[in-house]
């Protein structure tokens, strides 16, 4: 069975600060895919990165940063020097390899709130 | 290049009307996906179709709901009779689905979602 956790159901900042979402996962593939996807007030959701099981760099992107650890099944998702525009939930996400299934699992979501 | 598209962006109806949802996937994707978000349960996948087939319906919620995928560039999902349970946010996503792993394959991308009341 796959399952995405996302302990944190609602963070607040203020602009500037960095902030750390989390993302634990369970899956007995040993291929897989970890996503993040952003929701903002509008109601899109926004595909942010695609990571493969077999593939634990970590990634920057601008302010974006993520952190793949296998060893504890986590995949977190931190913004640097946040931005109001950030505000957003922000949904991690599971799935096998497209070719056996389609099974994508979200996480509850984290809603980020960042002050000015 | 245009995104995924969905039709209406808000639909207010009436307990026992029909509803349908439409939707137009990015050209050149091959799955489609259908969504619902509720603040209860979150996002739960409904069914998908691989090359306008569908593969999996499991995450329909009962018969009342029916989707049909009559070619590569159109969907519908259809709710009959809507009841004010179904209430909720739609989404369409398309992905281009390959064999490859490592691939530009996997990624979902979503549609606008037509938030539904049924009162």
């Known amino acids: 069975a796959q399952k995405v956790t996302q302990a944190q159901t609602e963070i607040s900042v203020v602009e500037k600060e960095d902030v750390t979402l989390d993302c634990v996962y369970e899956?007995?593939?040993?291929?897989?895919?970890l996503f993040w996807y952003k929701q903002p007030p509008s109601g899109e959701l926004v595909f942010l990165i695609r990571r493969n099981s077999f593939d634990e760099q970590n990634e920057i992107s601008g302010r974006y940063s993520w952190n793949f650890q296998k060893s504890t099944s986590s995949f977190n998702f931190t913004i640097t020097a946040s931005q109001v525009v950030d505000s957003a939930v922000y949904f991690c996400?599971?799935?096998?390899?497209?070719?056996?299934?389609?099974?994508?699992?979200f996480g509850a979501g984290t809603r980020l709130t960042v002050k000015p | 290049d245009a995104g995924v598209i969905q039709s209406p962006r808000h639909e207010v109806t009436e307990m026992g009307q029909e509803v349908t949802l439409r939707c137009k996937p990015i050209?050149?994707?091959?799955?489609l996906f259908w969504y619902r978000q509720t603040m209860m349960r979150g996002l739960e996948l409904l069914i998908y179709?691989?090359?306008?087939?569908?593969?999996?319906d499991s995450g329909m919620p009962e018969d009342r709901f029916s989707a049909k995928m009559p070619n590569a560039s159109f969907s519908t999902l259809k709710i009959q009779p809507s009841e004010p349970r179904d209430s909720a946010v739609y989404f369409c996503?398309?992905?281009?689905?390959?064999?490859?792993?490592?691939?530009?394959?996997?990624?979902?991308?979503f549609g606008p979602g037509t938030r539904l009341t049924v009162l």
């Open positions: 899956t007995r593939d040993t291929t897989y895919y």
């Open positions: 179709f691989n090359n306008n087939v569908p593969i999996d």
């Open positions: 050209s050149g994707h091959n799955s």
């Open positions: 996503a398309s992905r281009r689905t390959g064999t490859r792993l490592g691939s530009s394959y996997n990624e979902q991308f």
């Open positions: 996400a599971l799935s096998p390899p497209p070719e056996y299934n389609n099974d994508m699992r």
